[in-house]
């Protein structure tokens, strides 16, 4: 179910389209853009990745069980680069194109895109 929220819409993820997607990113660092209440970031987790995930919607933010991993801000803020893998959830918002021109200035990991029940995993070259 789709929420409304401050800054968007906050729509959760199917974690049963995921399971077993991380694992290949076993000890990579991995970034959860626009994390929510952290339930991909607690996956990744799980699977050997070292996920962080980063979520502007303070309340969101302060539901997420992954608090530790989890920035509150922007995620414009941050410097990709220091990530392999992204991970961002197309949900038809206004920042898409930003996303995308970031992704093409700084960033050279793989990026892991998701849209019920698709996911993409595209590796960029250095």
């Given at each position: 179910m789709m929420?409304?929220?401050?800054?968007?819409?906050?729509?959760?993820?199917?974690?049963?389209?995921?399971?077993?997607?991380?694992?290949?990113?076993?000890?990579?660092?991995?970034?959860?853009?626009?994390?929510?209440?952290?339930?991909?970031?607690?996956?990744?987790?799980?699977?050997?990745?070292?996920?962080?995930?980063?979520?502007?919607?303070?309340?969101?933010?302060?539901?997420a069980q992954c608090w530790r991993t989890t920035i509150l801000g922007d995620m414009f803020d941050l410097d990709w680069s220091k990530y392999d893998v992204l991970y961002y959830y197309i949900d038809g918002c206004n920042e898409q194109r930003r996303i995308l021109d970031k992704i093409n200035k700084e960033f050279k990991g793989t990026v892991i895109f998701y849209t019920e029940p698709n996911v993409w995993i595209c590796q960029r070259f250095k």
């Open positions: 929420t409304k929220t401050k800054h968007g819409y906050y729509h959760p993820t199917n974690l049963e389209h995921l399971k077993g997607v991380f694992k290949q990113f076993k000890g990579k660092r991995m970034l959860d853009l626009g994390s929510g209440t952290g339930e991909v970031v607690e996956l990744a987790l799980k699977e050997g990745v070292q996920a962080f995930g980063v979520e502007i919607e303070k309340e969101l933010w302060e539901k």
